[in-house]
C-alpha cells in the first residue's frame, strides 16, 4: 500500500485558481492509476480526474476544460491544478492511488483536502 497526502486547499473566490498536490510515500511509477476525487456535503464521492500510468487522462464533464492533472515522477506527486472555479467546486478533495498486483487491485486514499469557492 501507499500513503497519500494531500496540500493546496483553501477558499478561493469564483474564478479563482487552487493547485492541489498529493505525494506518495513511495514511487508512484508502478501505480496503475492516480486520481482526484470529491465529496461535497450530502453527495456521494466523485471522480474528478484521472491518469495512468501511461499518461492518458480522464475527467468528470463539470471541470473538462478548467481542471488539470498531472504528475512528477521524481517527486512521487500528483497535481490538480484548478482553473475557474466555481461554487458548485466546493468539496473535500481526496488522492486516490490504485495498483494491480497478480489480479488483485490495492487502492489507497489520502485524508483529503478542503476547497471552499465562495465570494
Known amino acids: 500500500q501507499v500513503q497519500l497526502v494531500e496540500s493546496g486547499g483553501g477558499l478561493v473566490q469564483p474564478g479563482g485558481s487552487l493547485r492541489l498536490s498529493c505525494v506518495a510515500s513511495?514511487?508512484?511509477?508502478?501505480?496503475?492509476?492516480m486520481g482526484w476525487y470529491r465529496q461535497a456535503p450530502g453527495k456521494e464521492r466523485e471522480l474528478v480526474a484521472i491518469?495512468?500510468?501511461?499518461?492518458?487522462?480522464n475527467y468528470a464533464d463539470s471541470v473538462k476544460g478548467r481542471f488539470t492533472i498531472s504528475r512528477d515522477i521524481a517527486k512521487k506527486t500528483v497535481y490538480l491544478q484548478m482553473n475557474s472555479l466555481k461554487p458548485e467546486d466546493t468539496a473535500v478533495y481526496y488522492c486516490?492511488?490504485?495498483?494491480?498486483?497478480?489480479?488483485?487491485?490495492?487502492?489507497?486514499w489520502g485524508q483529503g483536502t478542503q476547497v471552499t469557492v465562495s465570494s
Open positions: 486516490n492511488a490504485r495498483s494491480v498486483v497478480l489480479g488483485t487491485t490495492f487502492t489507497s
Open positions: 513511495r514511487s508512484i511509477v508502478s501505480l496503475n492509476t
Open positions: 491518469i495512468t500510468s501511461g499518461i492518458s487522462t
